[in-house]
């Protein structure tokens, strides 16, 4: 059964940092592209970023660029996201997300499977 | 930044034909994929690459592609189809993902 799951959400203050873990089981973890995606509360899905299975190709949304970090630990099938310097405005549930097909083909390919997703509370 | 543009809201009977739309200038080069989001849950897949339907999604629904434009068409919607709709694309050229703003399905 393939899982993903979230951790390490919580309250910070503007201009802290946070790093994201998703957890995956089920699936060869280093042969697909993960995403992150995020939710403001009563808002639509916002795409933030996406590493290729082999860590080797990294994209980042305007939003977040120079400030996010997305990496992966295939010796530990999990997925991070390192969040510095944060706004109010990344105020979010953070889902991590599966590609559907695996290989570096597929890095921009529809998600399959979610977690649950993390809340992030930028606020002081 | 690229976007993608959706109705906020689209409405039916229960039996009707409901139809979501998207426009984007790269779709004519970039497939769409549709996820239907319900209250408090995760998105599901239910249209990928333009048209394609994932195992255990409903007949009726389904997908199409002309120029920039994407339609998700929801054939003889259910109550149970209430839920928000997003499309999904990548900008032309293929350095960021973009959601659309979504659209409120309301069958009643």
Known sequence: EIQLLESGGGLVQPGGSLRLSCAASGFTFSSYAMTWVRQAPGKGLEWVSVISGSAGSTYYADSVKGRFTISSDNSKNTLYLQMNSLRAEDTAVYYCAKAGRGGSYYLWDYFDYWGQGTLVTVSS | ?108
């Open chain 2, 1 to 108: 930044s690229y976007e993608l543009t959706q109705p906020p809201s689209v409405s039916v009977s229960p039996g009707q034909t409901a139809r979501i739309t998207c426009s984007g200038d790269a779709l004519p080069k970039k497939y769409a994929y549709w996820y239907q989001q319900k209250s408090g849950q995760a998105p599901v897949l239910v249209i990928y690459e333009d048209s394609k339907r994932p195992s255990g999604i409903p007949e009726r629904f389904s997908g199409s592609s002309s120029g920039t434009l994407a339609t998700l068409t929801i054939s003889a919607a259910q109550v149970e189809d209430e839920a928000d709709y997003y499309c999904y694309s990548t900008d032309s050229s293929g350095n960021q993902g973009v959601f659309g703003g979504g659209t409120q399905l309301t069958v009643l």
